[in-house]
């Protein structure tokens, strides 16, 4: 048979010079984009501890903060590569959901920005004060986006299963709440800076503050009035009692003999916002199921702190009649899947009216999972053995207690 | 063939063929990490996105609209055998012919549904490279086209259903090199691990074999229907694809594309080893010739290169014969090719069947790759961000530009390119791609090595006629 001849074939197939400069010139691009996300993901990362976040305090001065500007913008590069990277790990089907991919694309648009960052690395106060307003960029994009995800999750359920949802979310809100914590702090270290607020060798010139945790109890139990006044026209009183025995007392030494006067502030370090964010969470479940149930007695609040070792408690007890074991069981899964009537979801949230303060993420769904790792996110890195935790027991038919431990550092 | 590391990439510029003008290796190197690319880099990241601006599938909307493939993707193939081709072919009327046009029509789009599926539940990341996004696309183009396309009932309708196969056969042939460069940049990202990068490569490739025989036999009955409606076929026909093959002879035409191939590594032709062929020498049996030239291609250009590198430039004689034995049995005709290029390590012989490589070697291999001559590669790839729009590809399935090359008798493949690829371009995936062909025609190959000596290749190959109630191309819908 005739055989047809291979190599003349070949060559009518031939690019021209230039369309194959072209091609390998956008390849060589696209390809060193994957190459950087993948190099970055792979980096090592210091621990985060709340160690690291007294440290910064206490070192800052006008040269460290142009070193915590570097190692802020380093550390950011990495999680928002090892965000991407996990984004890449979900099926492509998935990712072409838009508003998954929505958020993965805003995750694209920091790193750009932070890349562009670390090579004008701020070497001047003024180069700095430029950087707090990248990082206050950055806060903003990444602010809105957990409904968006959970929209997209919701569509994709038929194509992924719920453990594989679970790990990704799991590690994504945590590495989330870091990196905000990560660049807050730095914001916070430079406004301190330049502010009588000041004081060398500190502890407290960044996101973490001595707190009045009575006054932010009450700051928050208004807050979820305000919303409670507007979706029921009602309000849920709080009574607040402290430990009697301050500040010692699981240092087992003996404890003070007098108790504490009425009025003696509970004093203890923490980071505001995370704070506030849980105790809206809890107080919403809290709240809506006074009102709900019909209940007119006051939420109570415990509040326990220690300064050697630092720690706090807090018992928050209502009596809205417990929660049912059926969504006991599920209270801090993601609600994809687990809730066919809508009932269940009245103990994860109080949707929150548009416009109203509190947090978005209310009536998404991810309220309740979402505050445990805001409670749990210091725990895998403070190396001790009691860490923050949050736990919940249910009285059915009379209320339920929430348990929350955190840890401070000594 | 990894008889050695691959060279290194300068080495390369040695050779006199003249490397493409492209000078700058850069997505091999490490320099992704100085400050320049980076700056360059960050411009571009928004390409990492999914829904690129080249792109007639990837958008917004493609999630919902894809609804419509997961209830393509719950519908059954249905398996085709020999023996059905065989019996189909050898008497042909219009009916039949317009039936074969309809089994196509709607075989196809669930056939593609099933591998477009399986590329949506893949890493985003292992998908999203310029290859596989590419390859996706085209799937998903095709699918939309097929599934719309109305019912044949004339020998009209049949013509104009075949112009599009037939083109898109040709469109189609950049999806294998895509593939393959494809399983490449995994291995470059480690973003599969080895095992499942294999099956899925070999799920991809065995399921195209598959709908190529599909198509090209129904363009050969059709064909052969407007030719010769009523020639009576011989007793051993099981389609219009195969043809009688006589080994010894496809072997030396084989050789010598190969033979050229190398000229620029050992100018001196004459002194290239000799193709020794003992045995059955007059065996002829039936298969698709471009597969045959390929496997015969991968396997001589592996031991032409090893016989060069290990004696060329140690002796002025004859450098060393190859021996191929050919062994006529009943079902299966057996094929040995027997070097003397050095043999092979024990350590490197157990990983030669995968497409897993290292990072570094698969970037080597890639960049290899990019510069085959006469390998088509482009691509609707367009940069975010980048401002020269103008060359947006056309890009409609049904008008290629390239749909003149339909005259010829025999669809031209990238198998075909592939083998008389000069020598340079060593990609290390010979092998494995190889195995894949001769397993999916219900062959095997082997290589054993001796080492300091040389290596033994055993390829087996089906004689499709023995096999023809085995429902091959069910292997690999």
Not at chain 1, 257 to 280: A, C, T, V, W
């Amino acid at each position: 048979m005739a055989f047809v001849p291979l190599l003349n074939r070949a060559c009518r197939f031939q690019l021209t010079s230039s369309q194959q400069e072209m091609f390998l010139k956008e390849y060589k691009i696209r390809s060193l984009l994957e190459r950087l996300v993948h190099h970055y993901a792979e980096k090592q990362l210091p621990q985060f501890s709340l160690r690291r976040l007294y440290d910064q305090s206490t070192k800052l001065d006008h040269n460290y903060i142009l070193q915590n500007a570097r190692d802020t913008i380093e550390w950011l590069i990495i999680y928002n590569a090892r965000r991407l990277s996990d984004f890449r790990r979900l099926p492509y089907l998935v990712i072409l959901n838009p508003s998954i991919s929505e958020c993965y694309s805003s995750y694209l648009h920091t790193m750009s920005s932070l890349i562009t960052a670390s090579l004008d690395a701020p070497t001047t106060a003024q180069d700095n004060e430029k950087f707090v307003e990248t990082l206050e960029d950055f806060i903003e994009v990444h602010a809105d986006t957990l409904p968006v995800l959970s929209k997209g999750f919701t569509e994709v359920l038929h194509l992924i299963s719920q453990e594989q949802v679970t790990h990704f979310l799991d590690n994504h809100l945590r590495e989330r709440i870091v990196m905000r914590l990560i660049a807050h702090q730095h914001v916070q270290l430079t406004k301190t800076l330049c502010s009588d607020e000041y004081v060398p060798g500190g502890k407290f010139n960044g996101v973490i503050r001595q707190l009045n945790i009575a006054d932010v109890i009450t700051k928050n139990a208004e807050l979820v009035n305000d919303i409670c006044l507007m979706k029921y026209d009602q309000s849920v009183p709080i009574t607040i009692d402290t430990n009697m025995y301050p500040p010692a007392f699981w240092s087992r030494q003996d404890p003070h003999d007098s108790p504490r006067n009425k009025g003696d502030p509970n004093m203890f370090p923490y980071i505001e916002y995370h704070l506030d964010y849980i105790l809206m969470e809890i107080f919403k479940n809290s709240f809506r199921a006074h009102i709900e149930n019909g209940v007119s007695d006051p939420v109570q609040v415990t509040i326990l702190t220690s300064e050697s070792p630092s720690y706090l408690e807090l018992r928050i007890r209502d009596k809205g009649k417990g929660i049912p074991p059926n969504i006991l069981s599920h209270i801090f899964d993601y609600s994809f899947s687990t809730y066919e009537s809508g009932e269940g979801d009245s103990y994860k949230t109080l949707n929150v009216p548009p416009g109203a303060a509190g947090n978005t993420v209310a009536g998404m769904g991810y309220g309740l999972p979402l505050l445990k790792n805001y409670v749990e996110i210091f725990n895998k890195t403070e190396g001790s053995k009691i860490m923050g935790l949050l736990t919940m027991q249910s009285y059915l038919g009379w209320g339920t207690d929430v348990y929350l431990k955190t840890v401070g550092t000594e | 063939m990894l008889r050695t590391p691959l060279r290194t990439l300068g080495s390369i510029r040695q050779y006199s063929t003249p490397v493409p003008s492209i000078s700058s290796f850069s997505y091999i190197d490490d320099d992704f990490l100085s400050a320049v690319s980076q700056r360059e880099i960050a411009k571009y990241l928004d390409s990492l996105g999914p829904f690129p601006s080249y792109s007639q599938i990837l958008n917004p909307q493609h999630f919902f609209q894809n609804e419509l493939l997961l209830k393509y993707v719950e519908k059954d193939p249905h398996p085709v055998s020999l023996r059905q081709l065989a019996g189909y072919g050898k008497v042909l009327t219009k009916q039949k012919i317009v039936n074969s046009a309809n089994f196509v029509r709607i075989e196809l789009p669930i056939r593609l549904a099933i591998r477009i599926r399986d590329l949506q539940t893949l890493p985003f990341g292992v998908v999203n490279n310029l290859h596989l996004a590419q390859v996706y696309e085209s799937y998903y183009r095709l699918f939309n086209v097929l599934r719309r396309w109305p019912k044949i009932t004339t020998l009209d309708d049949n013509e104009a259903f075949c112009s599009v196969l037939s083109n898109l056969l040709t469109d189609h042939m950049s999806n294998l090199p895509h593939l393959m460069m494809g399983a490449l940049e995994v291995s470059i990202l480690d973003s599969l691990n080895q095992n499942d990068l294999d099956q899925f490569m070999s799920l991809m490739i065995r399921s195209r074999i598959s709908r190529r025989v599909i198509v090209e036999e129904h363009l050969s009955l059709t064909d052969n229907y407007k030719t010769a409606p009523y020639s009576s076929k011989p007793p051993d026909y099981i389609g219009g694809i195969f043809h009688p093959c006589n080994a010894a002879e496809h072997y030396r035409h084989v050789a010598e594309v190969v033979k050229a191939s190398l000229t620029d590594v050992y100018p001196d032709k004459e002194k290239m080893p000799d193709l020794e062929i003992d045995g059955d020498l007059d065996t002829k049996f039936p298969f698709m010739v471009p597969h045959l030239h390929y496997l015969f291609g991968e396997i001589l250009r592996n031991s032409y290169e090893a016989t060069i590198k290990t004696h060329g430039d140690k002796t002025s004689r004859k450098l060393p014969a190859i021996k191929i034995t050919i062994i006529n049995g009943k079902k299966q005709v057996i094929l040995r090719i027997s070097d003397r290029g050095g043999g092979l390590s024990h350590d490197k012989l157990s990983n030669i069947y995968s497409f897993g490589k290292s990072p570094q070697r698969a970037r080597e291999s890639l960049a290899k790759f990019h510069r085959i001559p006469g390998l088509r590669l482009q691509t609707n790839f367009k940069l975010a961000g980048s401002e020269d729009d103008e060359s947006h590809q056309d890009a409609l399935l049904l008008h290629t530009s390239l749909g003149e090359q339909q005259q010829n008798d025999q669809k031209s493949s990238t198998l075909q390119t592939l083998i008389s690829r000069p020598h340079q371009y060593r990609l290390g995936l010979g092998l494995p791609m190889s195995r894949i062909y001769a397993d999916y025609w219900n062959g095997d190959l082997q290589m054993n090595s001796l080492e300091g000596y040389g290596c033994d290749t055993s390829l087996t190959l089906s004689k499709l006629g023995f096999h023809s109630n085995t429902v091959l191309l069910d292997r690999a819908y």
